[in-house]
T-cell receptor
Framework: AQSVTQPDIHITVSEGASLELRCNYS??????LFWYVQSPGQGLQLLLK??????LVQGIKGFEAEFKRSQSSFNLRKPSVHWSDAAEYFC????????????FGAGTRLAVHP | DAGVTQSPTHLIKTRGQQVTLRCSPI?????VSWYQQVLGQGPQFIFQ???????GRGNFPDRFSARQFPNYSSELNVNALLLGDSALYLC?????????????FGPGTRLTVT
């Protein structure tokens, strides 16, 4: 069965420090992979997606992610975190059963210290 | 252009009652999906509708139902509410029905069942 695991429930970093959020997936076919961010009181905003091609994808707000098939991972990175990046981050895989279903991980809550 | 809109923003219901949540997709989008996000978890897929027909259903009981109207707006109905139905209900719209379609999420409806 398809699934997504985000091993870190909470992460705290200092402003200006680098960030890496981990995501592992279980999927039988070529995955469509996504990272979303959710701020309090808001819906999910797409940061970036991977469908095929270059395994290093660039997204909005200075985020990037690298697809590693051998490790079944799609980790999200940012070289320098801003206080406004504090939010909850969700990794998701797109289901290939003929309809548009996203399977989400449980999320990682990011706190940023000044 | 307006994004995905949902109403109401919040509501409180009593166990056993019925509730209807509403979603208006982005103009031109013909697909609407519904997700349930319980506190501390990632969103879980409930339904997808495309061109007024159900395209996919998640692992939810028959108490959950939905429909899509000719203008592509959608309603999610939940009957015989349980305490466990308390969650943020997210609506997402996309241009196409399959996983190639980027999903745009609304801000959600926060349902509390007492």
């Amino acid at each position: 069965a398809q699934s997504v695991t985000q091993p870190d429930i909470h992460i705290t970093v200092s402003e200006g420090a680098s960030l890496e959020l981990r995501c592992n997936y279980s999927y039988g076919a070529t995955p469509y992979l996504f990272w979303y961010v959710q701020s309090p009181g808001q819906g999910l905003q797409l940061l970036l997606k991977y469908f095929s091609g270059d395994t290093l994808v660039q997204g909005i707000k200075g985020f990037e992610a690298e697809f590693k098939r051998s490790q079944s991972s799609f980790n999200l990175r940012k070289p320098s975190v801003h206080w406004s990046d504090a939010a909850e981050y969700f990794c998701a895989v797109g289901f290939s059963g003929g309809y548009n279903k996203l399977i989400f991980g449980a999320g990682t809550r990011l706190a940023v210290h000044p | 252009d307006a994004g995905v809109t949902q109403s109401p923003t919040h509501l409180i219901k009593t166990r056993g009652q019925q509730v209807t949540l509403r979603c208006s997709p982005i103009s031109g989008h013909k697909s609407v999906s519904w997700y349930q996000q319980v506190l501390g978890q990632g969103p879980q897929f409930i339904f997808q509708y495309y061109e007024k027909e159900e395209r996919g259903r998640g692992n939810f009981p028959d108490r959950f139902s939905a429909r899509q109207f000719p203008n592509y707006s959608s309603e999610l109905n939940v009957n015989a509410l349980l305490l466990g139905d308390s969650a943020l209900y997210l609506c997402a719209s996309s241009l196409v029905a399959d996983r190639d379609g980027r999903q745009y999420f609304g801000p959600g409806t926060r349902l509390t069942v007492t």
